[in-house]
């Protein structure tokens, strides 16, 4: 028994050095992180500083506006739970959103599965920069 406990506190210790990275294969960084501590635009940091807010709070609004919206439960409740939905932050909603390029924060023509615009779309998938994308032929 002792040995298994000896095995895995040195397991243990040995993953203590290995340290997780935000790199990918060549040494990448995923496009959705942000560069030299810098993002590409003022707007892409306040859209990345609302979509943590409605990771945070976002739940809690579903919640309030359900109750708020329910007419089985007592006005009380309805109230209390109006009351709650204002205290939460504006940048709550998930209207306030707005879909941008990962790369240059342009926020019109995004493809939505890549995250880009369409210019920057065009531009990669042209130089095989993306997987499984290419120029359509008939």
């Known amino acids: ?5 000896n095995a895995f506190q040195r397991c243990k210790a040995l993953c203590r050095f ?4 935000n790199e990918t294969c060549f040494g990448v960084l995923p496009v959705n992180q942000q ?8 707007r892409m940091k306040k859209d ?3 979509r943590n807010t409605i990771k945070e709070y976002g739940i809690y609004k579903l919640r309030y506006n359900a ?7 007592p006005l009380e409740i309805q109230e209390i739970a ?3 939905i204002h205290n939460c ?9 707005v879909q941008r ?9 995004n493809v939505k599965r890549w995250r880009l615009s369409r210019i920057m779309f065009r531009h990669l998938s042209d130089y095989n920069k993306m997987a499984g994308v290419q120029r359509a032929m008939w």
């Open 101 to 109: 390029c990962q790369i240059t924060s342009r926020p019109r023509g």
């Open 89 to 97: 932050p504006r940048d709550a909603s998930i209207t306030r959103i």
């Open 67 to 73: 109750l708020r919206k329910n007419n089985i439960i």
């Open 82 to 84: 109006d009351k709650e």
């Open 18 to 21: 290995q340290t997780p990275t």
């Open 48 to 50: 990345a500083r609302k």
């Open 1 to 5: 028994m002792s040995f298994i406990i």
């Open 35 to 42: 560069i030299r501590n810098k993002w590409p635009d003022f």
